[in-house]
């Protein structure tokens, strides 16, 4: 077993762009995993029975042994040496430790495999804060404003060391700044950008400044050239504010999308449907490896959503018997089949799978139950925005996963989830498995206790199943379960003893092999036909263009890499991102739109694409995604109070000069005339005029029209600036296209540092003949 | 001979460069810098120099209108000379100033463009009509004719204003014959100036070269051009012959007349006198005069007929927020009071004004602008609230030129604010 945390803290280092370093933590993992191995093989006290490759970790060593034949492992002479006895079984009395009492005490799963239920609850725990702390964006701040002292007129440059010297316009007793602060040192024009300085000395009749950077030759020319005053800023003025961003990045120490990253089915099919190379590929593969070292150990040890089926089957699952079912019914391979047909659907490019897939479920599950609660408790349940009905049939949906452990415990994972079955499929090569010993005296308890309907009648294992989690091993009384190398034969059991009634394939298998393989590919395609037909038509230049998240991919290919895990909802702040119901039918079920008459995208946030597990939303650096498209305002002349002369409002233009766009400016309308042609002061509006080259989308003005003129004051029955998405008003590209489309917008910086030049005295000569004044006409 | 004088001084200059930092330039804002003249462009006014700043070298050309003197080669060139010294700022008491140091000043400073009118864009939309016909054809559009696109685009705008005054630059540049076009263009630059960036030494150089062809609030502009650069008298001459006006009588408040200023205001004779009477009342008040502004207010009250109920509405609040602040003034003492952040609201041009003022340790120490309506005459929103920092007493601040209403309003909301209780 891999140790999860330690995985985890690798798989921070997984980030799109940095290639090698992706590609040193897979390695790293994989290399792990094999460590693992080889320290577990070790571990084994059973010398007794040999094994090239050994898994076991149901912790024998606190059991009483029964055949105590030859010195234990090395571990277990360490752990006995470094750990108090009382830890440990009495060799004497054979009576049970301290730690085994405990486990007892928790329950059978945990005595029987305590390793497995922590790293089960290390991971749920790490999602959860994944989820509900890191993707939760409100405690971000903004920077305040900081100390400012204005009113400072430059006097003198002090050419050998550079320090600018400064006089106050009136003598202070006090200052606000002391020797040794960094301080950024502007003039009233807001155009040039502020010096970075310390201060070298301060009193009240001036202050000496030494630049952080040698001088540019345009910070010279202002300070000499210029008459107007300097003011100091303890903080940078006009930097563009970063709080949301820089709260999610000081957060994220693993990704937040980790455990969405390492669910192969959201990355391989998104692939498939985009037909593109997807960069979580590298986590699925990785994943798909350590699987094959520990078939199934996703199902069994990481995935949270497991381990949320396990919470409810203990809690409602064992008190509901009612709906129970008996035996192996058709439902057996519906994993395999609806894997086939999401696979086949993602061949005809559309992107079902995240309807279904492990993580995208639980992730959606959270949202749309835990968020508003989260957000109702703790900022106040008018800031939930109303569900839609998208949203009732993800919660349906979660709640039926879990409902489903009322058939039986683990439904859900042992016949329903595909990403379960990519698993499946993966343990086809698989190096490890469950053997059973010749010891076995077939007391049936190996059967009763398996999760996962793994173990055959007679004792063996279903390969495709056994996620590993060792609970038989714990619970067998003759120690008879390993967990070794796949080609081990050392002293097995025999085979179908007692008879199993199984055969590899009978009549009835295969008819329903048949059937589900034909159910399958028919429901892909059928799939795929249908949310072409009922979708988002995007060849109609009618059909609704909802506004997307910036960043996001051109709409066909956001729509067939979109998951729909939810993630960007939960780091928006304010709820910007809401989903879709079925405005562009299945197809964008679920996908994140902006919803600006709710909020406005926030101008120091870029988290969405931070999150997004596919590429869909690309993770745009601030200074990117504040330049980047999503729409266009558009003004509706005739509702707009000035547009239609009934008062004075300049809500959208405030918010946008407040948010730093300056998107939006004045023109004055119905101004009247006097006789002579002239205008009569103090007549006509000031109206709105979005200026498109500036306007990104970020629907702040739609907000706040909304919510003041629409809901508050009942003036208008909709905002009367609305964004608008579609060509030309969003900018959308691949990631090979914004690598383009950034090398144009933000050219490398191609100023030379000035270099010293030589005075060349020929051709610098001033020309002093012919005239008395070599400046010429003064 | 002349061939020898020639090779001397280029001998000289060799030996003075080669000895760089021998040179000096003294810019006009006082700062110096020693290092070489690398070559003088006579024909572009720069002048190229070489300076070792913090060990790193810097070839730089200086345009001659920034440069006070040149020492070079061991000689003094005064290129530009010094101007007095300039106060600007409306917030200040203006600087007292002769007639001719006024008249220097206009000439002198008021004839160079600023510093940024070279880096602003010119732009326009290409359908304007740059002959500026008056009066303009019949109907309104601001995308052909000058005056409109001012009023539309250019005045609602501060991002515009720069390239505003560009825009008449270019006017000036095409428009050559039409001695009237060019003195028009020239009245609305000085009013540009005026208006957009208090800057009243050009403002007022433009408006005395439009001859006087513009109108009233330009006539007294160029007046109150004058007070702000420090010489009453001239301000008053040129007064005297304006008609009666609010902007007449406004100023003639802010210059401290208020005494010809309430005579005036007294005889008018006017069918809608809330303004006037409102004007009277922030005259009084600005002067002092508590009880008699609030007999003006209380005259706005009771006076007939406004353009209609909306305006009747905005000044009766007007008058009835000053009311209610002055009573307040007498109660207030910005020492006692509480830690916090006190907020209210007043009525201004358009609408409330909100304010959220900071005190701490009996001390305003912040007064922040929370909400406002008003469209244009934002300076009064920052200039105001500095104001009250700096005097920490509400009834010494001065009303910012031509925004009178919103600078009363700030007043009015402190005022409002500072004598309820601190917000939770």
């Known amino acids: 077993?891999?140790?999860?945390?330690?995985?985890?803290?690798?798989?921070?280092?997984?980030?799109?762009?940095?290639?090698?370093?992706?590609?040193?933590?897979?390695?790293?993992?994989?290399?792990?995993?094999?460590?693992?191995?080889?320290?577990?093989?070790?571990?084994?006290?059973?010398?007794?029975?040999?094994?090239?490759?050994?898994?076991?970790?149901?912790?024998?060593?606190?059991?009483?042994?029964?055949?105590?034949?030859?010195?234990?492992?090395?571990?277990?002479?360490?752990?006995?040496?470094?750990?108090?006895?009382?830890?440990?079984?009495?060799?004497?009395?054979?009576?049970?430790?301290?730690?085994?009492?405990?486990?007892?005490?928790?329950?059978?799963?945990?005595?029987?495999?305590?390793?497995?239920?922590?790293?089960?609850?290390?991971?749920?725990?790490?999602?959860?804060?994944?989820?509900?702390?890191?993707?939760?964006?409100?405690?971000?701040?903004?920077?305040?404003?900081?100390?400012?002292?204005?009113?400072?007129?430059?006097?003198?440059?002090?050419?050998?060391?550079?320090?600018?010297?400064?006089?106050?316009?009136?003598?202070?007793?006090?200052?606000?700044?002391?020797?040794?602060?960094?301080?950024?040192?502007?003039?009233?024009?807001?155009?040039?950008?502020?010096?970075?300085?310390?201060?070298?000395?301060?009193?009240?009749?001036?202050?000496?400044?030494?630049?952080?950077?040698?001088?540019?030759?345009?910070?010279?020319?202002?300070?000499?050239?210029?008459?107007?005053?300097?003011?100091?800023?303890?903080?940078?003025?006009?930097?563009?504010?970063?709080?949301?961003?820089?709260?999610?990045?000081?957060?994220?120490?693993?990704?937040?999308?980790?455990?969405?990253?390492?669910?192969?089915?959201?990355?391989?099919?998104?692939?498939?449907?985009?037909?593109?190379?997807?960069?979580?590929?590298?986590?699925?593969?990785?994943?798909?490896?350590?699987?094959?070292?520990?078939?199934?150990?996703?199902?069994?040890?990481?995935?949270?959503?497991?381990?949320?089926?396990?919470?409810?089957?203990?809690?409602?699952?064992?008190?509901?018997?009612?709906?129970?079912?008996?035996?192996?019914?058709?439902?057996?391979?519906?994993?395999?089949?609806?894997?086939?047909?999401?696979?086949?659907?993602?061949?005809?490019?559309?992107?079902?799978?995240?309807?279904?897939?492990?993580?995208?479920?639980?992730?959606?599950?959270?949202?749309?139950?835990?968020?508003?609660?989260?957000?109702?408790?703790?900022?106040?349940?008018?800031?939930?925005?109303?569900?839609?009905?998208?949203?009732?049939?993800?919660?349906?949906?979660?709640?039926?996963?879990?409902?489903?452990?009322?058939?039986?415990?683990?439904?859900?994972?042992?016949?329903?989830?595909?990403?379960?079955?990519?698993?499946?499929?993966?343990?086809?090569?698989?190096?490890?498995?469950?053997?059973?010993?010749?010891?076995?005296?077939?007391?049936?308890?190996?059967?009763?206790?398996?999760?996962?309907?793994?173990?055959?009648?007679?004792?063996?294992?279903?390969?495709?199943?056994?996620?590993?989690?060792?609970?038989?091993?714990?619970?067998?009384?003759?120690?008879?379960?390993?967990?070794?190398?796949?080609?081990?034969?050392?002293?097995?059991?025999?085979?179908?003893v007692p008879a199993t009634g199984e055969t590899a394939i009978g009549r009835r298998g295969f008819v329903s092999l048949a059937a589900g393989t034909a159910a399958a590919v028919a429901g892909g395609a059928g799939i795929a036909t249908a949310t072409r037909v009922f979708g988002a038509n995007l060849d109609n230049p009618k059909s609704p263009r909802p506004v997307r998240p910036p960043g996001s991919v051109p709409e066909e290919n956001f729509l067939q890499m979109c998951i729909r895990c939810g993630e960007c909802f939960k780091a928006c702040p304010n709820n910007v991102l809401q989903p879709l119901g079925f405005e562009q039918g299945l197809q964008g079920l679920w996908t994140p739109a902006v919803n600006a008459d709710w909020a406005g995208c926030e101008s120091s946030c870029n988290a969405c694409g931070q999150v997004c597990p596919t590429g869909a939303i690309l993770p745009l650096p601030l200074e990117v995604k504040k330049e980047v498209r999503m729409g266009l305002a558009i003004v509706n002349e005739t509702t707009c109070l000035p547009y239609a002369g009934r008062e004075a409002c300049q809500l959208c233009v405030d918010e946008c000069d407040a948010a730093g766009y300056h998107a939006i400016e004045f023109t004055r309308v119905g101004t009247e005339v006097d006789n002579a042609g002239a205008p009569v002061e103090g007549t006509g509006y000031l109206a709105p005029v979005v200026l498109p080259d500036k306007c990104v989308g970020c629907g702040l003005c739609q907000t706040r029209c909304s919510g003041i003129n629409a809901d508050q004051k009942r003036l208008l029955t909709k905002s009367a600036i609305i964004i608008e998405a579609g060509d030309g008003r969003e900018d959308r590209f691949t990631q090979s296209g914004y690598e383009h489309w950034k090398k144009n917008r933000f050219p490398p910086d191609v100023r030379q540092p000035e270099s010293p030049s030589e005075p060349n005295v020929n051709s610098a000569a001033p020309d002093v003949s012919g005239s008395d004044d070599p400046f010429g006409d003064i | 001979m002349l061939k020898l004088t020639r090779l001397f001084a280029i001998i000289a200059f060799a030996l003075s460069a080669w000895f760089a930092g021998a040179d000096e330039i003294e810019f006009l804002n006082g700062s110096k810098l020693d290092g070489s003249v690398i070559a003088i462009h006579k024909a572009e006014r720069e002048v190229e120099f070489e300076a070792v700043i913090g060990g790193k070298s810097q070839a730089i050309r200086y345009p001659y209108p920034k440069i006070h003197r040149v020492v070079w080669s061991g000689k003094e060139y005064i290129v530009t000379p010094k101007p007095a010294p300039i106060a600007t700022t409306t917030a200040q008491q203006p600087t007292s100033r002769s007639q001719t140091e006024v008249e220097k000043l206009i000439a002198e400073v008021g004839s160079t463009p600023p510093d940024w009118l070279a880096q602003t864009p010119l732009e326009f939309p290409k359908s304007l009509d740059l002959k500026w016909p008056k009066p303009p054809p019949k109907g309104w559009d601001n995308q052909k004719n000058v005056g409109q696109y001012i009023w539309d685009k250019i005045n609602p705008n501060s991002a515009r204003w720069k390239s505003g005054v560009k825009l008449m630059e270019h006017l000036l540049e095409v428009n050559t014959a039409d001695s009237e076009l060019r003195e028009r263009i020239m009245a609305s630059m000085g009013s540009m100036y005026f208006r957009f960036f208090q800057d009243y030494a050009r403002a007022a150089y433009w408006w005395e070269q439009s001859e006087g062809i513009g109108d009233i609030q330009d006539a007294i502009g160029l007046a109150e051009c004058f007070f702000r650069l420090g010489n009453k008298q001239m301000a008053r001459a040129k007064l005297k012959s304006a008609p009666l006006s609010l902007a007449k009588v406004k100023l003639l408040g802010d210059m401290g007349e208020t005494r010809e200023a309430l005579k005036i205001i007294e005889s008018a004779r006017m069918s809608q006198p809330h303004e006037l009477y409102l004007t009277a009342g922030d005259i009084c008040r600005m002067d002092g005069k508590f009880k008699d502004a609030i007999s003006w207010y209380e005259k706005v009250l009771i006076a007939p007929n406004a353009r209609n109920k909306e305006y009747e509405k905005r000044y009766h609040n007007r008058a009835q927020n000053s009311i209610d602040s002055i009573k307040r003034f007498e109660l207030l003492d910005i020492g006692k009071l509480k830690d916090g952040t006190y907020s209210g609201s007043a009525m201004g041009y358009e609408g409330p004004v909100n304010i959220a003022a900071t005190v701490v340790s009996g001390r305003v120490e912040k007064v922040e602008i929370t909400g406002h309506k008003e469209k244009q005459y934002y300076s009064a929103l920052a200039d105001v609230p500095a104001q009250i920092i700096r005097k920490q007493d509400l009834s010494k601040v001065e009303a910012t030129s031509r925004a009178t209403i919103t600078a009363v309003a700030v007043i009015n909301a402190t005022a409002e604010a500072l004598t309820g209780t601190p917000d939770e």
């Open chain 1, 1 to 496: 077993m891999i140790s999860p945390a330690f995985a985890l803290q690798i798989f921070a280092f997984l980030h799109p762009g940095s290639d090698w370093k992706t590609l040193a933590a897979a390695a790293a993992i994989v290399a792990s995993c094999v460590g693992l191995i080889a320290v577990l093989t070790k571990f084994s006290q059973r010398v007794r029975s040999s094994a090239a490759l050994r898994l076991d970790h149901f912790l024998p060593f606190v059991r009483k042994r029964r055949f105590p034949t030859g010195p234990p492992a090395l571990l277990v002479r360490w752990a006995h040496r470094l750990l108090p006895a009382s830890f440990f079984f009495d060799p004497t009395t054979g009576a049970e430790g301290t730690l085994r009492r405990l486990c007892r005490k928790m329950g059978p799963t945990v005595l029987a495999a305590p390793l497995r239920r922590i790293v089960q609850a290390l991971c749920f725990i790490t999602f959860l804060t994944l989820f509900f702390i890191v993707c939760w964006p409100y405690n971000a701040r903004p920077v305040a404003d900081g100390r400012v002292s204005d009113g400072w007129s430059f006097r003198e440059i002090d050419q050998a060391t550079g320090e600018l010297r400064f006089a106050p316009a009136v003598a202070r007793a006090s200052s606000l700044f002391a020797v040794n602060d960094s301080v950024f040192l502007a003039t009233q024009n807001q155009d040039s950008p502020s010096l970075p300085a310390r201060i070298v000395q301060i009193d009240k009749d001036g202050a000496t400044l030494l630049p952080a950077d040698p001088l540019s030759p345009e910070s010279t020319q202002e300070l000499l050239l210029g008459t107007g005053t300097w003011t100091f800023h303890e903080i940078e003025p006009g930097k563009w504010p970063s709080h949301y961003a820089d709260n999610l990045a000081s957060k994220e120490k693993l990704p937040a999308d980790t455990f969405l990253i390492l669910d192969p089915l959201v990355s391989i099919s998104t692939a498939i449907a985009s037909r593109s190379w997807v960069w979580s590929l590298i986590s699925a593969g990785v994943i798909l490896i350590v699987c094959i070292l520990i078939p199934r150990g996703f199902c069994g040890y990481l995935c949270p959503l497991g381990t949320l089926i396990d919470l409810f089957d203990w809690t409602i699952g064992k008190r509901v018997k009612r709906f129970r079912v008996k035996g192996d019914g058709w439902w057996v391979h519906i994993k395999y089949y609806l894997l086939a047909a999401t696979l086949i659907a993602a061949a005809f490019g559309v992107l079902v799978s995240g309807f279904v897939a492990a993580i995208p479920v639980i992730t959606r599950g959270m949202l749309f139950l835990g968020d508003p609660l989260q957000s109702g408790l703790l900022r106040g349940w008018h800031l939930v925005p109303e569900f839609n009905i998208g949203q009732i049939v993800s919660i349906l949906l979660f709640l039926a996963v879990l409902g489903l452990g009322l058939l039986r415990p683990r439904f859900w994972c042992k016949y329903v989830c595909p990403s379960g079955a990519v698993f499946s499929l993966g343990n086809l090569f698989r190096v490890t498995e469950r053997k059973v010993e010749s010891s076995c005296i077939q007391c049936n308890k190996c059967v009763t206790v398996c999760p996962f309907d793994a173990i055959k009648p007679d004792f063996t294992t279903r390969v495709t199943d056994c996620t590993l989690c060792q609970t038989c091993g714990g619970v067998c009384p003759s120690h008879s379960i390993k967990f070794v190398e796949r080609w081990n034969v050392f002293d097995l059991k025999d085979e179908n």
